[in-house]
């Protein structure tokens, strides 16, 4: 018992759904009252944190990523497609702004690892003519990042994500279970899912606008709209999970 908060009677999964609430909006957060905050409020955040790490803020136009963000003791970057430093950089019979979420997440994975940690998303797309499960992997490959094709159900969400590595993931239209949109673009979206933690996955959105937001969303909501994801079985640097490269094995070919 800690502060009149006995914790045998919560599950630390009923306490990050809580958390994932309280963060969920404005008309989520405006539910929460002060009393809850106060009882609730460090148990929470601290299941967070044995997750998600510091957040660093970066500028979108100057930097191309929005906030460096650790998880698993690994620090990533996010960057954004449509950061001025690139967004008209040419890319598969248009622009990165345009169609460079592929590449993006591929610079967001290599983030985390010391060799790569400024190469960006022009320097991926630089490689590349087009983008799909094949191609991203191959890339990936390119660079030395041993991975594997999944499928787009759950299961396979949560087979990428069990070894403490992002993945990356593609999309279409995710309608969250309270009625919101998640994403944007219903012709296909490449973004990277950071992390998983009892049912929700931490979702790194690659484009930059209030229609495509990044954040803890649940994992049941993301396979609805998934159409294969990309484990990534190389540890990167200063990797704290504990975990060895994920043996099982997936789709070999797109």
Request: hydrophobic content about 30%.
């Amino acid at each position: 018992l800690q502060n009149g908060f006995d914790e045998s009677k919560y599950s630390w999964d009923s306490l990050w759904a809580l958390y994932c609430w309280w963060n969920g909006g404005s008309s989520a957060v405006n539910q929460v009252t002060s009393i809850a905050k106060t009882v609730f409020g460090d148990f929470v955040n601290q299941y967070a944190n044995s997750v998600q790490g510091d957040v660093e803020t970066g500028d979108f136009d100057n930097d191309g990523y929005t906030q460096k963000i650790t998880f698993n003791g690994v620090e990533y970057k996010e960057y954004k497609q449509n950061s001025a430093k690139w967004n008209g950089v040419n890319y598969w019979g248009g622009s990165l702004k345009r169609n460079g979420c592929g590449p993006t997440s591929i610079a967001v994975v290599l983030s985390g690892f010391s060799q790569y940690t400024n190469t960006t998303p022009a320097d991926v797309a630089s490689g590349m003519s087009s983008t799909g499960s094949g191609t991203l992997s191959t890339r990936l490959s390119d660079y030395g990042i041993s991975n594997t094709i999944l499928g787009g159900t759950e299961s396979d969400l949560r087979n990428a994500l069990s070894n403490g590595h992002p993945a990356i993931v593609s999309l279409s239209n995710v309608w969250l279970s309270d009625g919101t949109r998640f994403t944007s673009n219903s012709s296909g979206h490449i973004s990277v899912a950071m992390a998983i933690s009892g049912d929700n996955i931490y979702i790194s959105n690659v484009y930059n606008s209030s229609g495509m937001k990044s954040g803890w969303v649940p994992v049941a909501d993301v396979a609805n709209a998934a159409t294969y994801v990309i484990r990534i079985d190389s540890n990167p640097d200063n990797f704290s999970n504990g975990s060895s490269t994920n043996s099982n094995t997936g789709n070999s070919s797109t």
